[in-house]
């Protein structure tokens, strides 16, 4: 019997490949002979790197980059497909989680150093990348992206502009004449799961911009700074669906490298082979730390149930907790939801975070009794 173990990251607690093999051995605790095939997946989130490199049998890679306020820091990408993709996450280098909270400042907070990850995942000589752009700790459109790469962002007088979404108010021309001609042979796929165009009430400023460190009133200078990109860089990528994700990297990554926005749950269970191993499986297993109504809105686990109800194979989610609206998971392909605590159970939750690997052992054996009678 072969059964698929793909499961998206359980945030705080276990990356996928941790989580597949806490599966691998609940089933195996059941049914001692199966075959259960380790297929760790992501939605573009913290946590895509390490899935894919490991449901694919990459390589992980280090850049020594300039972080968000332009400390040296040891950022992570991946090289799958023999060498020919390249995995690289936003945050891994422009990251909110590099910075403590008296440090963020997303007026002057760069992704300079994503463009540097960017720059030496293209020197290992692949032909694409694909980019997940959440958790960042910027609001600059990408600019110190454009920078690290060659671009120059000059102010009416030539002067180049200084790091950080704010001075982007003085832009008055890009010259892209710094770039490598090599970039334009490369395909690049941004993974992103939010729909905020670049700049207005739903932009990038407003919504994002707060949980950044961002005061009212730097919110709006913000937004006036980056309407002033989309002047200059323009106007037709400042209301594509995403253009406003990770402080407007979104749109930068279109500007700069000629980007494609993408649902991020279907372009990287795609990447991850999934779709291979389905075929003939008993069952899939997938899950995340916590389901609720939004996990029904494009998230790894729900894009793997619909993958595996295409080819008749049922799929069983395993939660880490389930919250308001976990029910609508039941409509995507979801035969049932395992939970690794009671609902609502906060102290439980928290003693999960710290035994995850055996209690999602312990769940996945009652899924498989449940499901296999």
């Known amino acids: 019997m072969r059964i698929v173990a793909a ?24 049914i001692p002979n199966a075959e259960v095939v380790e297929v760790p997946v ?22 020594c980059v300039h972080g968000p306020l332009g400390d040296a820091v040891d950022a992570v990408f991946g090289i799958i497909d023999g060498g020919r993709t390249a995995i690289v996450e936003l ?7 590099l910075l403590p909270p008296e440090r963020r400042d997303p007026q ?26 959440g958790g960042s700790a910027t609001n600059d459109a990408g600019a110190g992206m454009g920078q690290a790469l060659g671009y120059r962002l000059l102010d009416n007088v030539g002067d180049e502009l200084p790091p950080g979404g704010l001075a982007l108010r003085r832009l008055a021309r890009i010259d892209g004449s710094g770039v490598d001609p090599a970039w334009a042979g490369i395909d690049v796929e941004v993974a992103v799961d939010v729909t905020n165009p670049l700049t207005g009430p739903e932009g990038a400023s407003a919504v994002y911009g707060p949980q950044k460190g961002a005061t ?9 700074a980056l309407t002033r990109f989309a002047e200059v860089a323009g106007w037709e990528i400042a209301d594509l669906p995403g253009a406003g994700a990770a402080g407007g990297a979104g749109a930068g990554l279109v500007r700069f490298l000629g980007a494609h926005l993408t649902r991020g749950a279907p ?41 595996a109800r295409a080819v ?13 609206g ?13 939970a690794l605590v009671t609902d609502g159970d906060r102290a439980a939750i928290e003693e999960a975070e710290s035994r995850a690997p055996e209690l999602l052992r312990a769940a996945t054996a009652r899924a498989c009794r449940r499901l296999l009678g």
């Open 7 to 30: 499961p998206n990251p359980y945030k705080g607690s276990l990356g996928a490949p941790d989580a597949a093999v806490a599966m691998a051995a609940g089933v195996r605790d059941v």
């Open 42 to 63: 992501a939605d573009g989130g913290e946590g895509t790197v390490e899935a894919l490199v490991a449901a694919r049998g990459g390589e992980l890679v280090t850049a």
């Open 91 to 97: 945050a891994a280098a422009s990251g909110l989680p």
């Open 108 to 133: 002057v907070t760069s992704t300079y150093g994503f463009g540097e990850l960017l720059e030496a995942a293209r020197r290992r000589g692949v032909d694409r990348i694909i980019a997940g752009i």
């Open 216 to 224: 009212p009133e730097m919110v709006r200078e913000l937004d006036a």
């Open 267 to 307: 372009l990287v269970v795609e990447a991850s082979g999934l779709d291979a191993a389905l075929p003939g499986a008993r069952m899939v297993l997938t899950g995340e730390g916590r389901v609720d109504a939004q996990t029904a809105y494009g998230k790894g686990p729900v894009e793997v149930a619909r993958r």
């Open 312 to 324: 008749g194979v049922p799929a069983v989610l395993i939660a880490g907790s389930r919250g308001p």
């Open 326 to 338: 976990w029910e609508a998971v039941l409509a995507e392909g979801v035969a049932f939801v395992e």
